[in-house]
């Protein structure tokens, strides 16, 4: 399989790691569409794209606490991409939410990074709208309008979810309305001041979309994800654990923080540090 795996030794070195993997991969998306600027001799960095942009690039970017800390990363240091060229993809949000809910994820996505970049552009989905399968097939339409996700940056749920694609997903699933596995609720019930007022529905993009993107960025932290990135790097795919799904895509890079990285076998492992990616 096609996978770059990339192992931090510290936190800080995580969030840097996952930065760089994100760079990378829409940089890649970029230049594949027309829509990479150039550098001066002396290093500088032009915002005139090489050529006419041919088209604008689709990145679906993750909510949780795992991608905070590359996009602190991606929002403060030099910016190296031409972000006005980006249109940003929600991946999930809970049913009955609206955007003014702390924990509405169009609403923490935009505060962590899409009103700190300048984006073409936020294919938004409305967890309030009155119809959520309507709204489901909407936000597909809208990423299909725009020609599939260029890039798809995932996160990782306890129970091997990506997006909220639950255990039992098929791999072809669509951008669909879905019911939460009891341990997605669990998991988010702090955040929610008890389980009870957990939502019970979400609108996620489906796997098979997710599948369909250029490059796949995975960022795993936390210890309780070292089953489904175990399983992920076995390489076969077990419906139970959805991120196991992407094992065969052909531009996969996993970063993994070091309190998941005990679930990786030492021959799989390659120092980061041996060929320091840089952000530029
Ligand atoms: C959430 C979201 C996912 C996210 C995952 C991991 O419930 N549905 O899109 O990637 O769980 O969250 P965290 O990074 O906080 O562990």
């Known amino acids: 399989m096609g996978l770059d795996l990339l192992v931090a030794s510290s936190g800080a070195e995580f969030e840097q790691l996952a930065a760089t ?42 909510t949780g606490s795992t991608p905070l800390g590359a996009y602190r990363v991606l929002t403060r240091g030099p910016q190296v991409l031409p972000w ?80 909220f694609n639950e255990p039992g997903s098929d791999i072809a699933s669509p951008t669909r309305v879905v019911e939460l596995d009891e341990r997605t609720r669990q998991a988010n019930a702090g955040r929610f001041r008890g389980i009870g007022n957990v939502p019970s529905r979400a609108i996620t993009v489906g796997i098979e979309p997710l599948l369909g993107a250029w490059q796949v960025v995975v960022l795993v932290a936390g210890a309780a994800k070292q089953p489904a990135l175990r399983a992920l790097l076995d390489g076969s795919h077990d419906q139970r654990l959805p991120v196991t799904a992407l094992g065969s895509h052909p531009h996969l890079t996993v970063v993994v923080a070091t309190d998941a990285s005990t679930a990786i076998p030492a021959t799989a492992c390659r120092d980061p540090l041996a060929n320091p990616p840089g952000l530029s």
Do not use: W
């Open 21 to 62: 993997a994100i760079v990378r991969a829409v940089r890649a998306a970029c230049t594949r569409a027309g829509a990479m600027p150039y550098t001066t001799e002396a290093g500088g960095v032009l915002t005139t794209p090489r050529t006419e942009c041919r088209r604008q690039v689709t990145v679906a970017l993750p």
């Open 84 to 163: 006005n060229q980006v249109i940003v993809v929600a991946l999930d949000e809970y049913v009955g939410l609206t955007q003014a809910d702390p924990n509405s994820f169009t609403r923490q996505l935009k505060l962590a990074i899409v009103d700190r970049l300048p984006f073409a552009g936020f294919l938004s989905i409305d967890g309030a709208a009155p119809d959520p399968a309507i709204e489901a097939a909407r936000h597909q339409s809208a990423i299909d309008a725009r020609g599939g996700l260029d890039v798809a940056v995932l996160g990782v749920g306890d129970n091997g979810h990506i997006a």
